[in-house]
């Protein structure tokens, strides 16, 4: 049987590419799409997930989010993305609209009808996910594990400190990380290991279908800021770690361990903080990926792509 999945996602290239693999996957079921403010503004990322949803033949029904943080100032990840998040011509205009309900009344009603408990797939800022705890605390329940894309043991990509997700919404993560939920968090630490190198781009291509084509272009031009900013060898692909854990976990290592997130201004603002050893006393509340098998994720990331057109 079938995952039952919400997508809640900003994108974005490595959006859709998570996007990508979920609807190529016989191993999950697409509930729906929410989406959030975060690379692009909100009518970016909304427009960018029919996009790439229409272009891959799904009608999973997409629902509009939040447009800004429940407390800090906006910021966004257009240099990594371009202007409107996916410069993909191919990937031509959506052919339908988003929903009439917002995300968080469609999160709250999905989650508090459902006879089986629904796991959360998220990768980008969790503000969607926060307001629904708050509106209706009784959904938690009903999820059975929230995976998300968001922080760092490590270093941070938009500040010295802070991972860009979380940076958007240090607050909202905090509200995610206190819920009690089972929590699986990939950071950045794990995320820079999965690198879309020259070699893995021209095996997409060598895939010979438009899938191939299309999403191999995508990885040369987020490669671009990556190569300048970095010094990688090819563009990060941080977002569809999510769905590969939960198709495949084995290609990754992770621990169970306290996460907290910096929500005082200042230098740290936005970082997530570790308890790897209990100092603090407080239950872990996460499971953190530490560590990933980069040629499994491309292996299975070309096996998916394969079944796309």
Sequence with gaps: MAKRIIIDCDPGIDDAFLLAMAVASEELEILGVTTTYGNVGLSHTTNNALRVLD?????????????????????????????????????????????????????????????????????????????????????????EQIIFMGGSTDYGNDSPAAEFNLLCDPHAAQIVLDSGIPTVMFGLNVTHQVIATPREVERMRALGNRAGRVFADMAEFFAKVYRERYGFAGSALHDPCTVAWLLRPELFETRAMRVDVETNSGLSFGRTVHDIWGLSGKPANAEVAIDANPDGFFDLLLTLLNRLN
């Excluded at 906006?74 to 009439?100: F, S």
């Design 55 to 143: 272009w891959l033949g799904s009608s999973v029904p997409v629902h509009a989010g939040v447009d800004r943080a429940i407390l800090s100032s906006r910021v966004d990840a257009a240099a990594y993305h371009g202007e409107t998040g996916l410069e993909a011509p191919e990937i031509g205009q959506p052919r339908r609209g988003a929903e009439a309900e917002n995300a968080i009344h469609y999160l709250v009603r999905t989650l508090a009808g459902s006879p089986d408990k629904i796991t959360l797939v998220a990768s980008g800022p969790l503000t969607n996910l926060a307001i629904a705890l708050r509106l209706e605390p009784s959904i938690a329940d009903k999820i």
